[in-house]
């Protein structure tokens, strides 16, 4: 009876501690990078590759290691999903444009849309909660041969400086977070 009782109290305390909180609830819920790398990867019959385990790793480490690296870092968190070698100009741009746009809305707000036939496409998207001290920018970048899903927690000055330059900063923050340095 007591085994039972402890068994019973260790699942009830479980199920209470690991209960998602509203914030994370909502997130979860929240099309962004996902959506879009899987609408890449179905629109264009391509897999994607992440950036290596070891640029993982040195990311990780920094974070743990000072939250001053953080702060002085360009992003907080970002996620990348790189597409290379594969055909992209097979299709219009106009039609994924209008795909993406509806898998993301209403929850992201479309920052700028750049398409050209040489140069490729850049779709940047923007999202801000309430409280937040970050903003999450959400940058597709489709080139003839090559493509790249970047999603980033941007602080206030560098939200400020896509704003303000809203083309160059988002290939900028593409090439900063695919390169190695």
């Keep these: 009876m007591r ?17 998602p909180s509203p914030r994370t609830a909502d997130a979860r819920g929240v099309p962004g990078y996902d959506a879009a790398v899987k609408l890449v990867e179905t ?5 994607h590759r992440g950036i290596p385990w070891y640029a993982r790793g040195a990311v990780g480490v920094a974070k743990v290691v000072s939250s001053d690296v953080r702060r ?23 039609e994924f444009n209008a795909l ?6 209403p ?15 850049v779709y940047t998207y923007v999202r801000h909660e309430k ?16 493509a790249v899903v970047v999603q980033a927690d941007l602080n206030l000055e560098e939200f400020a400086k896509l704003i303000a330059n809203p083309e160059d900063e988002s290939r900028s923050l593409t ?5 190695d340095k």
């Design 100 to 105: 993406l746009r509806q898998r993301l809305t």
């Design 131 to 146: 409280g937040d001290k970050y903003f999450k920018v959400l940058t597709v970048v489709i080139e003839p041969r090559d």
């Design 43 to 47: 629109y264009y019959k391509t897999k």
């Design 72 to 94: 002085a870092a360009r992003y907080a968190n970002v996620k990348v999903a790189v597409f290379e070698d594969q055909d992209f100009s097979v299709s219009t741009s106009s």
């Design 3 to 19: 085994f039972r009782k402890m068994i019973a109290g260790l699942a009830a305390s479980s199920v209470l501690f690991s209960a």
């Design 107 to 121: 929850h992201w707000s479309q920052l700028l849309a750049v398409r050209g036939t040489e140069d490729g496409q």
């Design 175 to 179: 090439r900063d977070a695919t390169t």
